[in-house]
């Protein structure tokens, strides 16, 4: 229950949908929390298809949560004693993610001085998550979609044919469609992931959802402040109500983080969310026509640009990974050139 006013008065609660989750790394479990009704029937969606083999496809916006409703599909799964293996196809260069994702064999390359499981080995009979779908090189994607129809691969350096019973959950923030009219990703291999597709919605149209994660996130950060934080000023809380969140939950986390830090007292005041108190940039207004990956890039260099360039506190402001934030930049020179 969020407390929102003074010590005095009496909190009041909002219906809230909660779903512990774990962390299949060995940290710490995580919440998905549901309080609107786009979310809800996607969770819905999602406990349904869960009983499938078919590949999963979870699109939308950096940090909507992709990830974490990965995890609810595994554990609504008849897999999930098993285990959930995830990747992230965006951490490797071209010529390392074939042998993480396949495995290599003792003597494969310069330096395979051992023999390697891969991801998919290590995912046999559970969940395997490709988290960034999107950036994997074309030879991989078809190398990907070789063993999406056989259920059968080979190490890199090996001959022998190994079977493996996987199923693929696949992330996703960039437009496949898009990517596809433009060269970088196949089309058979999006239509074979495409057999049950999940659309996450950001998190400007679930604000319903914003109170019960700013209590989550108070629960998990306020203990960090002089005073331990628990609990929220209503102008403050209107403050997050009323920003549009183009970096999504993580964004939100991140700002509540540092306001817990910042926090002088037992509970977050409005001034310690200066990032919040000044209007949005420009970018976010005259949109109308415009598409979604085209705001997307507009805010993102946008905010750049009110950096003064620094890549990492662009990425914080916008509540994305530094490392998501060059790839999409590479992505604009791309586009550009």
């Known amino acids: 229950m969020l407390r929102v006013f003074a010590q005095d008065q009496e909190p009041t609660e909002t219906e809230v949908e909660r779903f512990v989750l774990r962390d299949p790394s060995g940290g710490d479990a995580r919440e998905l929390i549901a309080a609107s009704e786009a979310l809800g029937s996607v969770i819905d969606k999602a406990k349904s298809v869960a009983r499938s083999k078919l590949p999963v496809l979870i699109q939308g916006e950096s940090g909507t949560g992709k990830e974490l409703l990965a995890r609810l599909i595994h554990e609504h799964s008849p897999r999930a004693k098993k285990k959930l293996v995830q990747i992230n196809c965006a951490a490797f260069s071209e010529n390392l993610i074939e042998s993480e994702i396949f495995g290599h064999e003792k003597g ?8 390697h499981l891969g991801y998919f080995e290590r995912a046999h009979q ?22 999406l129809e056989e259920e059968a691969f080979e190490r890199v350096g090996g001959e ?9 959950i696949a992330t996703t923030n960039r437009d496949l469609e898009q990517e596809i009219a433009r060269g970088a990703f196949r089309n058979d291999l999006y239509y074979r992931l495409n057999a049950l597709q999940l659309h996450v919605p950001p998190l400007r149209v679930r604000r319903q959802e914003i109170p019960a994660l700013v209590q989550y996130f108070i629960r998990r950060f306020g203990k960090e402040s002089i005073a331990e934080v628990t609990a929220i000023a209503p102008d403050a809380l209107q403050l997050l109500l009323d920003y549009s969140w183009p970096g999504n939950i993580r964004q939100l986390r991140n700002v509540v983080h540092y306001a817990c830090v910042l926090a002088r007292g037992t509970r977050i005041e409005a001034g310690d969310l200066p990032m919040l108190r ?9 949109t ?29 402001r916008l509540g994305i990974t530094t490392r998501t934030l060059q790839n999409k ?7 550009a050139a």
Do not use: C
């Open 160 to 168: 022998q044919m190994l079977h493996v019973d996987v199923h693929v």
């Open 278 to 286: 000044q209007p949005e940039s420009e970018a976010i207004a005259n």
């Open 108 to 115: 494969a390359f310069t330096g395979a001085d051992q023999r």
């Open 288 to 316: 109308a026509g415009q598409t979604l990956a085209q705001i997307e890039r507009q805010v993102i260099l946008d905010t750049l640009r009110d950096v003064g360039g620094n890549r990492t506190a662009a990425a914080l």
């Open 329 to 335: 930049l590479k992505r604009y020179r791309e586009e």
């Open 126 to 147: 559970g969940s395997l998550l490709l988290d960034e779908i999107g950036e994997m090189p074309l030879r991989m994607q078809a190398k990907l979609l070789r063993v």
